[in-house]
């Protein structure tokens, strides 16, 4: 258990910034969820990561041990997109887990870059080395690994000032009328159902842009640029005006599983980013993925 008080500087910051702060190995992220888990006390009680925090306030904060204390490293082909001393960029396939958690011990991207390399960064802890970003299972796409802490931290840092672009392809339900279009809507886990987020006013802000590709009889690519990086954005914001992605076994409804079974045809092809050691800017451009063409070329047909 570690302590701390607040002093008169840091009156009025931000809990999670102000551990952010104090504890500046870990990234905002993980101490998002420690604040959520219960993990971090004020003065004795749970209090939300947006509570302004007051001089002489008692924080206490607890680091669980992780669960898995080794993750073991496995032989899965990566389709590695750059690489060097400090990051890696890794398309990753539909139907992979990006890292260890109950249910998914193996067979996951980490367990994978284990396999690849050893030089990761330590920030995330055992179960989660190098990862910076996510991108959920049946999402496929682009996705930055750090290979040391203070890439990691630079990285971090470019996804909280959204200096790090990212941009997806989506298939969604429904002819959009519109050339293209801003989602404005702040996203919370809901209540009822944790595994879900839906739109709250209590939430986080989240922001999407979108641009529609091309239109079918009853379908429409788009694709959406992401300003901030909330759990689930696209397929939340996409299904809040109307248009969820096809295929998305949480968020399609009734309407889930007409096109596609396999997962939500969602696929992360552009990431933008500054190089943390050199400074440089960088993008990367994929493919849409062979899955995603083929169901593309029947509705063209």
């Known amino acids: 258990m570690e302590s701390y008080k607040v002093k008169i500087s840091e009156n009025k910051c931000r809990l999670d910034k102000f551990l952010a702060i104090s504890k500046p190995e870990k ?14 006390l004020v003065n004795g009680k749970k209090e939300p990561a947006s509570y302004r925090v007051k001089t002489d306030d008692e924080i206490s904060l607890e680091i669980p041990e992780d669960s898995m204390t080794t993750i073991k490293a496995q032989d899965i082909p990566l389709d590695v997109v750059y690489e060097d001393s400090d990051i890696l960029i890794i398309n990753k396939p539909q139907g992979m ?10 067979g996951t991207l980490v367990n994978a870059i284990l396999n690849h390399c050893t030089d990761l960064s330590s920030i995330n802890g055992v179960v989660r080395p190098g990862i910076v970003h996510r ?4 999402t496929s796409g682009l996705i930055c690994i750090a290979k040391n802490d203070n890439a990691h931290q630079n990285l971090a840092e470019q996804l909280k000032t959204h200096s790090m672009n990212r941009e997806y392809y ?14 404005n809507m702040p996203l919370a886990r809901e209540k009822a159902n944790r595994l879900r987020m839906g739109i709250s006013k209590e939430g986080k802000p989240a922001v999407t842009h979108f641009e529609v590709v091309e239109r079918y009889k009853d379908t429409t690519l788009v694709k ?20 969820p992605v096809e295929g998305d076994p949480l968020y399609y409804g009734k309407f889930y599983n007409r096109i596609y079974n396999n997962g939500q045809l969602l696929t992360a092809y552009k990431l933008h980013l500054t190089h943390p050691r050199t400074g440089k800017e960088m993008e990367f451009e994929i493919e849409l993925p062979d899955y995603f063409k083929e169901i593309l070329s029947k509705l063209e047909k």
């Open 224 to 243: 959406c640029k992401l300003v901030t990086g909330r759990t689930h954005q696209i397929r939340v914001h996409m299904n809040a005006i109307g248009h």
């Open 135 to 138: 991108i959920d299972k049946d």
């Open 27 to 40: 990234s905002r992220s993980y101490l998002s969820k420690l604040i959520e888990d219960g993990n971090v």
């Open 97 to 106: 887990v990006v890292h260890p958690a109950n249910g998914h011990h193996e």
């Open 170 to 183: 989506a298939l969604v339900k429904g002819v959009i009328k519109e050339n293209s279009g801003s989602i």
